[in-house]
């Protein structure tokens, strides 16, 4: 499986809920908090097409903006 990577913010009920998706199905992500690091959202965005929304996960190839869960 591709490496994943979930770009949030900790207070953000959506990102939560993203990160324990991915635990119980046994799943490692990369966490990056776009509120402690701004060169993280520069990041974020340029994956996300410049939108601001939180949980942005990236699987591989694969994008996805928000969360509405499993």
């Known amino acids: 499986m591709d490496r994943v990577i979930i770009f949030g913010k900790d207070d953000c009920p959506y990102t939560t809920s993203a990160r324990e998706d991915y635990a119980r199905r046994g799943i490692s992500v990369e966490y990056i908090n776009v509120k402690?690091?701004?060169q993280a959202m520069k990041r974020m965005l340029k994956?996300?097409?410049g939108r601001r929304e939180v949980p942005t996960i990236v699987e591989g190839d694969k994008i996805t903006v928000g969360?509405?869960?499993t």
Do not use: L
């Open 47 to 49: 994956f996300s097409a």
């Open 36 to 38: 402690k690091d701004p």
């Open 67 to 69: 969360f509405g869960g």
